[in-house]
């Protein structure tokens, strides 16, 4: 039986038994998905609350719609502002929600570090839905279990993640993960959205698109924010389209088998082009449908946590999903 | 206010203690005899001539420094008092064994002309804790457009001339600046920093500010702003001193300064960059978030090397203190600054002498003989005539920072909780007992092996 931690942060320092613990969770979850009768009833009584200071719409849907398959209490918080902006500190706002007696956290915010904050403060469980350009842990398992579902076994497969390293948190996430489960990555994108010293959480860095994806079974393309982050690191989108697009003419230089992955939501044309996005060697919608049986996967094992249950083994939890859904 | 001073006797011989002087280099067992507020003998290897009817107090087992002297102090009166004032700033010095501290201007309003500085310093005065001074903005309000009316805030008692917590940014005021203070005989303090290349940052740039996804501050934006400090001294040919330094390449430069420009410059080293890396910021606490930043560990192995061989002059604190609302804020959030007074000397202590092989008498000289000379204060010494101004160090005794026992206002200390080696026991002030250790009851239970 594989212990998880309390919290999920992020998959740094996660090993491979418990990445595969939550994978293979997410497997018995994925399937229900597919069936007429969508819910069950194993989170029924357990209150989550979905705290997303920053907007979301993609994240927090599949994290309400997995909540709400596993019928728990949902609440959302939503505020684009800090909770400054209302006067009141990070750690009132958590013993408020402390006080109201959440089970679990589910937290987005766009400063790096505050589910860290507030795991600090609270019994609940808390969920990192994406901090800053620190981790985004739930997209980092669903895009291993969408590769996963191609390719089997990560180990000794080669993943090229591309795009603005520097300000994603998805990059590291998926850094992380894929490292624990022993997969070769590359990170390639300009210079100026490479962050110092990436080399030393064990990648390749690759300034040369072409030569950066010549291996690769996988490209995850990260999405390009000049609307957040400003042209003062790069020229532009058309600058980087011609240096960085994964388009068809670059998909023909890569191996037969390789397929394009994207966190969404994508900027058509900038760093991918639509024929790509719209054709048969990507699979960005499974990554999608797969991010709500992990998310599935992970208010299950973590609301589990948090309660001091005996934590479920993997047939046990297949189990439930059977029972329920009889 | 008025803080009550233990009563001690106006004249009284301290025996038993090791006395480190720096100015003499030495360290021996000995005496020294005070009488209103003075030394009026120091004998080493021997002891003081006075009667018996002069009270004998024993310090056996205790080392006997000059009050230790910081010139870097953030003290935030007037406008921030609930974070600090001069009360409880002075007590926090004099529990660290500080019996000097100069004051940084950035309070609200800055101290940028002669009343200001005349109010802060009769407050120092009136609290009659330890000798409270300060440092004059070298621009009007701080705001690095006109600069400030240096001779007014020097006859007010103004020691020196800073914009700390902001560079210049304008180098050709930078460089008036430097000339005016240079005519005045003021030394102009240098936060260098070059904004542009911080202007998002939170903590150093490097492996850790990767792995942790908070924006960074890079090595060179101090350097720029250090080289270009250096620049206009060279330039100028006006006193400078280099606030916290941080880097390696900015130890580099002011060896290259002092040794091939002649520039009349000093530095000074915080008790944080000597001890801690960015490491520290893994947990995203705000206690480690201070500007400069944290930095890497080459970086701290340089500043302790600057430290030992003299490159770097002196320590002083930063003594930044910010309420917990404030730094229990997202890290990106939350302000810069650390509190440093009350474990300034036993963080230097174990880093330096414990872990590195540093004479006491040199960390006694980086941490009050050295900031007396370029700042032209009396102290730094155990001599005859001088003010009795004295810190009485435990060496030995090893013991755990808590939170509660702190005398500032605010808790951000970064060693909270950490064992440090060497614990100030006793301040002596202008002969008067300013500070004495916690009751044995609350000592016992701090102490550690």
Known sequence: MIQLPKHLLGLEGMNVHEITRILDTARSFREILDRPMKKVPTLRGRTIVNAFFEPSTRTRVSFELAQKRLSADVVNISSSGSSLSKGETLRDTVANLEAMRMDMIIVRHGMSGVPYMLAEHTNAAVINAGDGAHEHPTQGLLDLYTMRERLGDLAGRHVTILGDVAHSRVARSNIHGLRALGAHVTVCGPRTMMPKQIEDLGVTVEYDLRRAVQNADVINVLRIQFERHGTSNFPGAREYARLFAINNEVLETTRPGCFVMHPGPMNRGVEISAEVADGPRQVILQQVTNGVAVRMAVCYLFAAGAQGEADADVSATSAAVSAATM | ?449
């Open chain 2, 1 to 449: 206010m008025q803080f009550e001073v233990e009563e001690f006797p106006t004249e009284y011989v301290l025996t038993g203690g090791l006395l480190v002087d720096p100015a003499t280099r030495q360290e021996a067992s000995g005496e020294i005899h005070v009488r209103d507020g003075r030394m009026v003998q120091v004998v080493f290897q021997g002891t003081c001539s006075a009667g018996d009817d002069v009270p004998r107090i024993d310090v056996a087992g205790q080392a006997i420094l000059p009050g230790l002297i910081d010139v870097h102090v953030h003290f935030r009166e007037p406008g921030h008092e609930y974070k600090e004032d001069i009360g409880s700033g002075s007590q926090a010095a004099v529990a660290g064994g500080f019996t000097t501290v100069v004051m940084m201007p950035n309070t609200e309003p800055a101290i940028d002309s002669g009343s200001i500085v005349e109010t802060v310093l009769k407050r120092g005065r009136t609290i009659g804790l330890c000798n409270v001074h300060c440092a004059g903005a070298l621009t009007s309000g701080r705001g690095g457009e006109r600069l400030a009316e240096y001779y007014d805030m020097k006859n007010a008692g103004a020691l020196a001339l800073t914009d700390d917590g902001s560079p210049v940014v304008n180098a050709a005021l930078m460089r008036r600046a430097l000339e005016h203070a240079g005519m005045l005989g003021l030394v102009t303090v240098a936060h260098s920093e070059e904004k542009a290349l911080s202007a998002n940052g939170h903590m150093h740039e490097g492996y850790w500010s990767t792995q942790l996804g908070v924006p960074g501050i890079p090595a060179a934006c101090e350097e720029i702003g250090v080289a270009r400090d250096l620049l206009l001294a060279k330039e100028t040919g006006a006193p400078l001193h280099i606030a916290h330094v941080s880097t390696r390449g900015a130890v580099d430069l002011i060896l290259l300064a002092k040794q091939q420009w002649g520039v009349d410059v000093t530095a000074e080293a915080a008790p944080h960059h000597l001890e801690l890396t960015d490491r520290e910021l893994v947990g995203y606490s705000a206690d480690f978030k201070m500007n400069p930043p944290l930095r890497g560990e080459a970086d701290r192995q340089a500043l302790q090397q600057a430290v030992i061989d003299g490159t770097l002059d002196m320590i002083a604190t930063d003594h930044a203190p910010h309420a917990p609302m404030e730094k229990e804020l997202e890290l990106e959030r939350a302000p810069v600054g650390v509190i440093g007074l009350e474990t300034a000397f036993a963080v230097c202590h174990t880093a330096l002498v414990v872990g590195k092989g540093l004479a006491l008498v040199d960390l006694a000289t980086r941490m009050s003989l050295a900031p007396a000379q370029r700042f032209g204060l009396e102290g730094g010494r155990l001599a005859e005539g001088q003010m009795a101004d004295l810190a009485i160090i435990d060496l030995e005794q090893r013991w755990r920072v808590r939170p509660a026992h702190l005398k500032s206002k605010s808790r951000n200390n970064p060693f909270l909780n950490r064992i440090l080696r060497g614990r100030v026991t006793g301040t002596i002030c202008a002969g008067r007992r300013v500070h004495a250790a916690t009751s044995s009851r609350e000592t016992s239970a701090d102490l550690v092996g």
